[in-house]
């Protein structure tokens, strides 16, 4: 009997996945992990966050869900959490990977016409004025990373939503595949937590909403996410209280009652039970902290 081949989650290539940091920004180049993968990246995903790749140089075979392609440099791309891809390609190419937390696409998404629950790939000429401008565009993002990392929230983010609204100038996500059934269901829970999770519901509410099961529901949230329903739940009430702790100067009590928790010592407790430490002191850690290193090819 055959056994089913699961489809690995990264953070980094490689590197089990695990939870971002709000508003979590890498950028480097694939050969900057060429020691790791030789060029050859097998079909992966990434559950938290979505990818812009520029390859410049170069060329190779690339995959996106069940759809592969011969390409050479120009070509950029968009994949969004949870799709599928990969790519092979010779130590003559090399491509500028921005990956960019789904918390952070989410803020950007209502400037920008392109669609970042789809993926999108794009090939074309370098003389194409649209084209020099995604060169100059993404090679400032990567300058600007190197110089600034971290610190470059006030810039990094405009230079990416241009990069995304040029991509839907050349031709968005036209003609790519569309996330599996499973798939489009998590995403449609996800979104549908986005918008109600500070209600308190019972599972069952966002059963009937997505007029599915609770079986079928709970198995798209497992497969996509790697959590329950519930669990989906209360990772979101987190994350809205993480970012009003990093980017308030509310109240911790304000910010638990704006998450759905009226009483603050039972808000103190959720917290600490999920990240080890108190509302108070991851706060002040985050604000002193210096900003990190990450990756992900």
């Known amino acids: 009997m055959s056994q089913k081949i699961e489809i690995p989650n990264f953070f980094v290539y490689g590197v089990p996945s695990r939870a971002l940091d ?38 190779g075979r690339y995959r996106i869900e069940d759809r592969t392609w011969n390409f050479s440099a120009p070509t950029i791309g968009f994949v969004p959490s949870n799709i599928i891809h990969g790519f092979e390609v010779d130590d003559q190419s090399d491509a500028i990977v921005v990956s960019i937390s789904d918390d952070t696409l989410k803020a950007l998404a209502p400037q920008v016409g392109l669609s970042l629950d789809a993926p999108a790939f794009l090939t074309g000429k370098g003389e194409d004025s649209s084209w020099q401008r995604l060169d100059l565009l993404l090679k400032m993002i990567s300058d600007e990373y190197r110089e600034h990392g971290g610190q470059s929230e006030k810039v990094m983010p405009g230079l990416i939503t241009v990069v995304l609204s040029l991509m ?37 509410r966002y059963v009937d909403l997505l007029a599915t099961t609770q079986h079928l529901l709970d198995k798209s949230a497992r497969e996509v996410f790697g959590h329950t329903v519930k669990e989906m739940l209360l ?57 990190s290193d990450d990756a992900g090819v």
Request: aromatic fraction near 10%; charge should be positive.
């Open 168 to 204: 839907n100038r050349l031709g968005g996500s036209a003609a790519l595949p569309s996330a599996s059934p499973m798939v489009a269901l998590a995403l449609a829970l996800r979104a549908a937590v986005d918008r109600h999770y500070k209600n308190d519901w019972p599972v069952a």
């Open 22 to 59: 709000v508003g979590f920004l890498h950028v480097e180049t694939v050969m900057d992990r060429k020691t790791l993968h030789f060029g050859q990246v097998a079909p992966h995903k990434h559950p938290l966050m979505g990818q812009i790749t520029y390859w410049y140089k170069g060329g």
């Open 235 to 291: 990772d979101r009430r987190l994350l809205e209280a993480k970012r009003l702790l990093l980017f308030t100067i509310r109240s911790i009590e304000d910010i638990g009652r704006e998450v759905g928790f009226e009483d603050p010592a039972y808000f103190s407790r959720f917290f600490r039970k999920r990240m080890g430490e108190s509302p108070a002191a991851w706060r002040r850690r985050n604000l002193e902290r210096e900003p």
